[in-house]
């Protein structure tokens, strides 16, 4: 009995002590950085408020950092780390318990599913509900930075600029007074300037009473827009519409609609006017059924009203057929041309080498590889 008690007692001492450990380990640590004490150490997790939308720990880092409560005032290279974001600043004043962090100079927001990069002169903002309110911003998204140098992660990045930027949830934002547009900044090529912008991350970006420019210059005036903002974004609307001046077809105006047939299939379908000229035509069909089949076919055509006196027509017809595919052991190629007539190509086409190019080659073949042999035929026209 006196064993059976002196091993029962030392159990329940070791369970007893094991959960205590980790306690006591805590208050040293809080023992050697009294509250109100500014330290130097990084980083640090700091103790953050029951949360059941994220469990994962915050880490700080500053050159300088002094904690009164649950207050963290971090001060030269400021950084709080949380989930897939960073935020930096020159300086963070940060409340573990409400997740509310003030950023003061230099303040970025980089990270996410959507590798979002955002920068501000200054701005508020809450880890936890993932929402704040930055000023003067730059920002980008599906683009990943690695120094100078930037690395495209989504086929639609997306670059903006606005006075004002509110991030209302995790992959909402509000742009006043901005811009939007996908070219490289500070100097794009093209760009929306718009008074608000209302972006869903991993949807569409809506542009609201907005200018388009190109090169600075004001082209065109849209009271509403819309622009996708996503990793593979394909949505059926108009494009925008093109205008332009040529010696030999007048002022042109055209207009074109996207159509998105389904994920391995999409159309382009379009018209322009020639003041001289007359009317054009424009097709374009992508078929991708396969990672080993494509199929690509263009249209080009002009209702030519002639030039001249008496006037000569010379509209017509230009068709490209582009297709490869395997259909079981076979592989099929094919590269059709049809053209009207030659005096269309010379008239409308608008490669100098494709123009002055007198003929027209159409070929196809199909090849079959089976036990050791090669079966082969082939067409040209």
């Not at 970025?108 to 508020?124: F, Y």
């Not at 929402?131 to 639609?156: A, D, M, Q």
């Not at 076979?330 to 059709?336: D, H, I, S, T, Y």
């Not at 409308?348 to 050791?372: D, P, R």
Request: charged fraction near 20%; include cysteine.
């Amino acid at each position: 009995m006196i064993s059976r008690t002196r091993f029962i007692i030392t159990a329940a001492l070791l369970c007893h002590l094991l959960p205590t450990f980790p306690l006591v380990t805590r208050q040293l640590l809080f023992a050697q950085n009294p509250v109100g004490s500014p330290t130097a150490t990084s980083p640090q997790v700091a103790p953050t408020a029951p949360s059941v939308a994220s469990e994962e720990e915050i880490t700080i880092r500053a050159t300088e950092q002094e904690k009164v409560g649950p207050i963290f005032k971090l001060r030269g290279h400021a950084e709080i780390h949380y989930e897939t974001y960073v935020l930096y600043a020159d300086e963070i004043s940060y409340n573990s318990q409400s997740g509310d962090a003030t950023a003061e100079g230099h303040v970025v927001l980089d990270g996410g599913p959507n590798d979002e990069h955002i920068e501000a002169s200054r701005g508020r903002y809450n880890i936890h509900s993932q929402t704040g309110h930055f000023e003067s911003v730059v920002g980008t998204i599906g683009l990943r930075f690695r120094g100078t140098r930037s690395i495209l992660t989504s086929s639609n990045p997306f670059a903006f600029t606005g006075k004002i930027v509110e991030k209302t949830g995790p992959d909402h934002y509000l742009v006043y007074d901005g811009t939007v547009t996908t070219c490289e900044l500070p100097h794009p090529k093209w760009k929306f300037s718009a008074h608000k912008v209302v972006v869903d991350v991993g949807g569409n970006a809506k542009i609201y009473r907005s200018t388009f420019r190109i090169k600075g210059v004001p082209v065109f005036y849209f009271p509403f827009a819309t622009h996708p903002v996503e990793r593979q974004a394909r949505h059926s609307g108009f494009l925008i519409p093109n205008f332009g001046n040529s010696s030999r077809k007048g002022y042109i105006v055209g207009q074109s609609a996207y159509w998105d047939i389904n994920r391995s299939m999409d159309a382009t379908l379009g018209a322009e006017y020639y003041s001289i000229r007359g009317w054009g035509q424009r097709g374009e069909l992508r078929v991708r059924p396969s990672e080993t089949s494509f199929l690509d076919l263009n249209y080009l055509g002009v209702l030519d009203r002639g030039i001249g006196f008496p006037p000569v027509k010379q509209g017509g017809e230009n068709a490209r057929l582009n297709a490869e595919g395997l259909f079981g052991h076979f592989r099929g190629v094919a590269n059709l041309d049809y053209l009207s007539s030659f005096v269309f190509r010379l008239a409308f086409n608008e490669i100098y080498s494709q123009a002055v190019n007198s003929e027209v080659k159409s070929e196809a073949f199909l090849s079959n590889t089976s036990h050791g042999f090669s079966y082969n035929a082939s067409s040209e026209r």
